[in-house]
């Protein structure tokens, strides 16, 4: 393993795409790349841009198979029975999708299989999935950054819930130790000179 890039540096999603495109599948047929990092921490956007980089694969956003604020502990659950054990075997996942406001599972939605596929949430990079992924990507941002960001995503009728997800995403990343295992660490904060819809800040790349 390689020490870590102590420095910053610009890294395209392109450069990145055609690194998970290169590994061999870990996931039946399929690349799995995770994105992990505190709410706020800017990982749907990187996963947005990344998809694109990637010729449009699928998407999995965690929001999604959270069962409500309370939902971080049975995402694992969730996202392996749902998506990772079919995709193991050569077929298509799917999973149900969590509506917010009503507060249960709705509708499914199909993971169809592809090339790669993108997992981005708090607890994609959780280590019981570690095998799986040719890819693990922690982001993260100054906390005040990430915490505004979240209130203005979430809106001011979820400070209650946001107050008690917050300290169980802190216990869930640190007992996970997710920072340290990822493969790289990027900073999403705002910089005048870098074009963030095609460049990545990797201040720590562990890759071999």
Known sequence: MSQATMAPSL????????????????????RLVT????????????????CRALRRVPTVHLDHLYEGWAGLDGVASNLDSWVYTPLRHGMPGQHMVY???????????EVPLAPALIVEGVGAGQRQFADLSVLSIWVEADEE????????????DAAIALREWWPREERHLAVEGTRARADIVVDSTPRGDVDREELV???????R
């Open 11 to 30: 890294v395209t999603y392109g450069d990145i795409a055609r690194e998970v495109l290169d590994s061999p599948p870990r996931l039946g047929v399929v």
């Open 145 to 156: 950054l990430r915490r505004g960001r979240t209130i203005e995503r979430e809106g001011a």
């Open 35 to 50: 994105v992990d990092g505190p709410s706020g921490s800017g990982k749907t956007s990187l996963a947005k841009r990344l």
């Open 201 to 207: 800040v990797v201040t720590e790349d562990r890759r």
């Open 99 to 109: 509506d917010w406001h009503r507060g249960a599972f709705a509708e499914w939605r």
